[in-house]
């Protein structure tokens, strides 16, 4: 059976896009830039960007055009031995994808609680005590909170209905979860600059602290979140560029990918600081001690600023429906692009029908999620996320570049890369695979484990 193709370049772009810019756009990235440098941030940000993040996003739409596969068979085509890095990547995404769809959970309640502003004066109370009840560690799993499972059979149910006819529903998709939440953040943006003290909370984000610049973790920040924000090594661009013809453009499609996916970050930015700026005066407390970022950000402090704002219970619901509406829309093509790494590469091994799969996949990865969904579920989410995001992302990340820069020949894929794209590039990509990006995540998980031991 022929592989299934994307409808259009821009399906393929936007699915890309969509993978990139996801919940991390919107609280990783705001929170990141704020503490490691301000406006200086961007140096790092732009130079791990170009030298790091463009390459290897380049090299993943590359290896899954040219060979045709998923992560584990494209890896496999190099160097037999090999495949067992792609098997590592894609069921890290899996495991990732077991709790992402969990929040995804949290932000489908948080719809239904922003009618009325349900969390009132009080969003810290109302997360943790009323909506997740909370119990006093990972060991004490409790009950069950039947409010998370019924947004987490909602996520899973969406996510097969995306998936199941391919690139074709992908295609269908894309075309509106990938626009709509960019044009709620220019929406929140242009309120949150409109209001009282935004300036202020702008200043924070933007106001460079080059001093920074001369610690080696800020540059480790950089080149992590650029990793991150690009979903590489996870096999998910490797995949999505299986679909392609082995005649598409790589390079300009990566490039229009990487730069979508950062202008999503930095309106995420501004829509934030702009809000925290408003929500510091009005409470009367210094910036710092109100910006957060992660999962805090979401469901505590920016509830707890929709709940100041100007123009009463439905202004404020209707905000806090843009929000929550901009959260999932944002998170769901990098929920299902996890989910699709890992059908892409059991269907190559095992020539699974991609349905009965899909099905398969989505009750196991709800059943699993039913841990995530207790009292102690926070818990479990936080170790969990923790353990894969140093074990696995910066280890698969070092090997597959390896593998590609050295054992494939960085080269060798240039010249692939040239013959179809329009926009050239040069030497620095073979210079990039081989040493930049290996290089710079063994800094990375070097300085994460002296953190750890310390
Ligand atoms: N790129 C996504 C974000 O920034 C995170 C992600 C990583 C999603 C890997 C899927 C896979 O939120």
Known sequence: MARQKWGSRWAFVLAAIGSAAGLGNAWRFPYMAYSNGGGAFYVPYFIALFLAGIPLLMAEFAIGQGFQSGAPRSLAKIKKGAEFIGWWAVITGALITFYYNVIMAYIFNYLYYSFGVAWKGDPNKF??????????????????????????????????????????????????????????????????????????????????????????????????????????????????????????????????TALGNSATSFLAGIAVFSVLGYMALQINSPIDEVVSGGIGLAFVVYPQAISLFP???????????????????????????????????????????KRSFLIGFSIFGFLVGLLYSTQGGLYWLDIIDHFLSIYALLIVGILESIIIGWVLDAEKLRNYINKVSEVKIGKWFDISLRYIIPGSLIIILGLTLYDEIK
């Open 127 to 256: 997360f943790f005590n009323e909506f997740l009840q909370v119990s006093n560690g990972p060991s004490e799993l409790g009950s069950i909170r039947w409010p998370i499972v019924i947004g987490l059979a909602l996520t899973w149910l969406w996510i097969y209905f995306i998936l199941r006819k391919g690139t074709t529903s992908v295609g269908k998709t894309v075309a509106w979860t990938v626009p709509l939440p960019v044009i709620l953040l220019i929406i929140l943006g242009i309120r949150g600059i409109t209001l009282e003290g935004a300036a202020q909370g702008l200043n924070f984000l933007f106001q460079p602290n080059f001093a920074k610049l001369a610690e080696p973790r800020v540059w480790a920040n950089a080149f992590g979140q650029i990793f991150f924000t690009l979903s590489l090594a996870f096999g998910i661009m490797i995949a999505y560029g299986s679909y392609n013809k082995k005649e598409e453009d790589i390079a300009n499609n990566a490039i229009i």
């Open 311 to 353: 123009g009463g219970v439905i202004v404020q619901s209707i905000i806090g429906l843009a929000f929550f509406v901009m959260l999932l829309t944002l998170g769901i093509d990098s929920a299902f692009s996890l989910v699709e790494a890992v059908e892409a590469a059991a269907s190559d091994k095992f020539k699974f029908n």
